[in-house]
């Protein structure tokens, strides 16, 4: 029997991480794990306030994203992780935790996505930060890359159908 793959659905903020994240666990029968649900108060506060993390910043964040990949990799237990991993060095450090992670990055262009920040309620993620994550992306090479244009549910399955062909 095949395994379900481990997901890391990356993008930023706006791209639809969570909502197609959650949808795709569901397809694959797998756990949702949302990256923002692992951020310190002092994170929340500063991104809220429309201050970029710095590196510093993300560290305790990204290592207790790292534990918890670890435990569900010893537990067998398959998950989507939506989490935005702009940085190689941030994406390194999951993949460490979870080898073989099959990484996914939704696309959107900068006007398609800031639109759908400013229609979003209830997170403490600011629009104006939009411009600095774009400038931080670094596009990971291997990849599935998934354009974000399309209804959720035809994003879902392309992310699907990528991920049996082996991309």
């Not at 481990?6 to 756990?31: E, F, H």
């Not at 997170?123 to 400038?135: E, K, V």
Request: aromatic share 4%; with cysteine; glycine share 8%.
């Amino acid at each position: 029997m095949k395994r379900v793959p481990d997901v890391l659905l990356m993008g930023v903020s706006g791209s639809g991480k969570s909502t197609v994240g959650s949808l795709l666990a569901a397809r694959l029968g797998s756990t949702f794990l949302d990256a923002d649900d692992f951020h310190p108060a002092a994170n929340v506060a500063k991104m809220a306030a429309g201050n970029p993390l710095t590196d510093e910043d993300r560290v305790p964040w990204l290592e207790a994203i790292a534990a918890k990949l670890g435990d569900m990799r010893s537990e067998q237990r398959a998950f989507v992780l939506a989490c935005s991993a702009l940085k190689q060095s941030y994406r390194s450090l999951l993949c460490q935790a979870a080898t073989g992670l099959e990484v996914v990055l939704l696309k959107g262009s900068p006007e398609l996505i800031r639109e759908r920040l400013s229609s979003r309620k209830g997170h403490f993620m600011s629009s104006a930060l939009l411009d600095s994550q774009f400038d931080a992306l670094e596009t990971p090479a291997g990849a599935i890359q998934i354009g974000i244009e399309a209804p959720v549910d035809i994003v879902v399955v392309q992310i699907l159908a990528a991920l049996e062909t082996g991309h």
